[in-house]
């Protein structure tokens, strides 16, 4: 890696931020196209996180990630955001402008079509209806991504209707809410099935959901990535579903900071610094 005193300078804000991966990311990214800059962690509390808005730029920070739990804060403090982060309602990515202002995007959108698109080639948006579990950051990236590429009917389900209500209100289009209660009913004539809940995440509890009703030809997709196959995923391979892991979404939601930030398109590849085999071992943590 090149650090001069010219060094482009971002990094990763969060409280804590010891477990993001994006620093490893990031940085192979720099290494192997030989960039003159560096990729930080930055661990903020949420009570700092305004001046560090304001001390960043003015020591070279060209922009920065943000994770939990500034996403909110970010959407509030930037000076422009994008429409698409409005309707998500949180920032994940910030670019500093020569002029001192602070732009506030949203990439995790981007970052789930990608990944989908290219761990399914045969999914057409077009197609039929997409059943979406949660409404939480996640899912509001995952429907508005949806809603833009086409989908003409997105089923939302999640314990509370309401926080499901109100998702649907904020990103627009043809989403009918469903209780988790009518999950197992929403996945007729599916076509694809996201889950964007932490349900099936290490750690967390598993994702029980009856998957009889899926047509055998319905993309699955679990936005979970550690573990790399998780327990949803491997019972939809075994019926014959196309099966897509979450690891491609981490990948691809950092391309579009890395690119306004160091000039450059990185390009992703299968094994970005040994992250899915650290993942396999599991000692990469989310």
Request: aromatic share 6%; charged share 20%; with cysteine.
């Amino acid at each position: 890696m090149i650090v001069s005193g010219k060094a482009r300078l971002a990094g990763v804000m969060g409280w804590p931020v010891g477990h993001s991966r994006s620093p490893r990311l990031h940085g192979y990214w720099l290494e192997k196209l030989g960039i003159d800059g560096a990729y930080v962690p930055l661990p903020v509390r949420p009570e700092d996180f305004q001046q560090a808005l304001e001390v960043l730029p003015c020591m070279g920070f060209v922009g920065a990630n943000v994770t939990v739990p500034h996403k909110e804060q970010a959407l509030v403090l930037a000076d422009e955001v994008e429409p698409l982060a409005r309707r998500i309602g949180a920032v994940n990515t910030l670019v500093f402008h020569d002029d001192g202002s602070v732009e506030g995007r949203n990439t995790d959108a981007f970052g789930f079509l990608e990944n989908l698109r290219r761990g399914a080639p045969d999914w057409a948006p077009e197609a039929g209806p997409a059943v979406v579990l949660g409404a939480g950051g996640a899912a509001r990236a995952v429907c508005a991504a949806l809603v833009d590429a086409g989908v003409p009917e997105i089923r939302l389900v999640n314990r509370s209707t309401s926080r499901a209500e109100q998702v649907a209100k904020d990103v627009g289009g043809m989403i009918s809410v469903m209780g988790w209660d009518q999950a197992a009913r929403a996945l007729d004539g599916a076509v694809l099935l996201v889950n964007a809940t932490t349900l099936g995440m290490t750690g967390q509890p598993p994702l029980e959901l009856a998957l009889d009703r899926l047509p055998t030809s319905a993309v699955v997709n679990d936005i979970v990535y550690a573990p790399l196959v998780t327990d949803l995923l491997a019972r939809a391979a075994a019926r014959g579903n196309p099966a897509v892991d979450g690891l491609g979404m981490l990948l691809w939601q950092a391309v579009p900071g890395f690119e306004a930030w160091f000039g450059v398109r990185p390009e992703v590849t299968a094994e970005p610094a040994g992250v899915r085999s650290r993942l396999d071992r599991g000692r990469l943590h989310p």
